[in-house]
């Protein structure tokens, strides 16, 4: 079968390809920017390819016509608190309106519950979607799911910062808004279950795992499962802007998705009955279960994906292979170079670098720098990086975007993600049994340039130290 995957960088996507491959299908994966998606790593002749931005109805005809089914996994929550559901209302009708070109039977989409009559801007923005595509010459299967537990989603790892940073928690009263979350793995399981079930066609199901449990429970049942003792108040006081500052200041996520996620988060979200997973022969994994496996694959290093793997900066709007172009004129530029006896270790230390490892030197300035970034709205340190010893283009770490990562040649190329009066680069390659380090910046009028004069102290200081670490 052929199968068109659309958000193939997206969180979920990354989990549902290798089960799409496993089960013998042609999957096509539709991105926004091709040298993000590594297709290496999935060793599959039946794996290809294609670009396409949704927003933008032209590029849509690089998709084939002859597909047999598609998901579509297309959201933009974390991309503007302003504009967000425009953007996916606009993103399915170009997206239906290309499908009726194609022989495509069935589209399983993968949306929010929606059954109560108050909604929050993310969840009417989902039934708007739902809606459009609902009016498309194929057959439509919604599953409509709520909080996805899984190593690197978007409410584990909010859950996780505010568990294992605060032992008192003083939280706003949408902590006992009640909730039905869904493990990671059970929701790939539906995906797969319904494809091409004709008992499924033209129909939407909720879908979610065996616990309803408020936000307040979820946190401290997470608590009891790190063996860590944690109290929680909550105060009526706390206004939807003041608990998305809370949000954000506290735990890794973006302050654009602070805001949408409280704001979803004040609804209730509990499944309407049916034996979908039944039919389907799905086992439902309870919150603890959910939890517990998430940390044995952080543990293995076996995270898949991220919900930091999706763009985030309006600088990677451009796309990498634009930014891994590293400007040369107008730009202000800090090289080193020193030799080394063992190319091996080198490498092994650049491709560890930041999350839990740190920068090797001076780490207590980069915390400074990662808060201060917070403070102007921008991403701090807290995104980390979803796994300890692999990287590849697309990936986050820490406030930098990896653009380019090859081991065998030594090469690593970031991109920041931080707030800046203009553009900066970090790039480490070895040539021969020299490391060159470079950062570059690209400045922004007047204001970029006296950044650039007021930091020349600490660079000199903190990019000695690095490369100085990195090679002895």
């Not at 997470?222 to 944690?230: E, M, P, S």
């Not at 590293?326 to 063992?342: I, L, S, Y």
């Not at 986050?396 to 040649?409: M, Q, S, T």
């Not at 553009?423 to 970029?448: C, D, H, S, V, Y």
Request: net charge positive.
């Amino acid at each position: 079968m052929k199968i068109l995957l659309t958000g193939a960088t997206g969180y979920i996507a990354k989990r549902l390809l290798p089960s799409l491959l496993a089960g013998g299908h042609e999957v096509i994966c539709c991105v926004r920017d091709r040298q993000r998606f590594d297709t290496a790593k999935y060793n599959s002749e039946k794996l290809s390819v294609t670009e396409a931005n949704f927003l933008v109805p032209e590029s849509l005809e690089a998709i084939p016509d002859d597909i047999d089914a598609a998901y579509y996994l297309i959201h933009s929550m974390s991309a503007s608190t302003g504009s967000f559901d425009d953007m996916e209302k606009r993103s399915a009708i170009n997206f239906r309106e290309r499908m009726a070109r194609t022989r495509v039977r069935q589209v399983i989409y993968l949306s929010g519950i929606v059954n109560t009559g108050k909604l929050s801007r993310h969840l009417a923005s989902r039934k708007t979607v739902e809606d459009e595509l609902s009016a498309g010459s194929y057959h439509l299967t919604t599953l409509r799911a709520g909080i996805i537990l899984g190593s690197g989603s978007a409410s584990f790892e909010i859950i996780r910062d505010l568990v294992e940073k605060l032992p008192l928690m003083i939280a706003p009263r949408w902590l006992n808004t009640r909730s039905q979350p869904i493990a990671a793995r059970n929701v790939i399981e539906f995906l797969s279950g319904v494809l091409m079930k004709e008992s499924c066609f033209d129909r939407s199901f909720d879908i979610g795992g065996p616990d309803i449990l408020t936000y307040k429970e979820m946190l401290l049942r997470f608590a009891g499962i790190r063996n860590l003792r944690r109290k929680i108040i909550v105060v009526p006081v706390m206004t939807p802007r003041l608990s998305s500052y809370w949000l954000y200041f506290v735990t890794s996520t973006s302050y654009k998705l602070a805001v949408n996620l409280v704001d979803s988060m004040k609804v209730e979200v509990i499944c309407r009955e049916n034996d979908l997973h039944s039919e389907l022969g799905i086992t439902l994994m309870s919150f603890d279960e959910a939890v517990r496996s998430a940390f044995e694959r952080i543990e293995h290093h076996e995270v898949t994906s991220s919900w930091t793997d999706a763009l985030s900066g309006p600088g990677l709007e451009r796309g990498v292979s634009d930014l891994v172009r590293v400007p040369v004129h107008g730009c202000f530029r800090d090289t080193r170079k020193r030799t080394f006896t063992d190319r091996e270790s080198v490498v092994e230390r650049i491709w560890t670098l930041g999350g839990r490892n740190g920068w090797y030197y001076a780490n207590w300035l980069w915390g400074l720098r990662g808060f201060m970034d917070k403070l102007s709205g921008g991403v701090g340190l807290r995104r980390g990086r979803k796994n300890d010893r692999e990287i590849s283009p697309g990936d986050a770490l820490d406030f930098w975007r990896v653009l380019y990562a090859d081991r065998k040649e030594g090469r690593l190329l970031l991109y920041a993600e931080m707030k800046l009066p203009g553009e900066a680069w970090l790039e480490f390659r070895i040539e021969e049994n020299t490391l060159m380090q470079t950062a570059t910046f690209r400045p922004l009028g007047l204001k970029g340039r006296l950044y650039w004069y007021s930091v020349m102290p600490l660079h000199e200081l903190v990019f000695r130290g690095m490369i100085n670490r990195l090679t002895r």
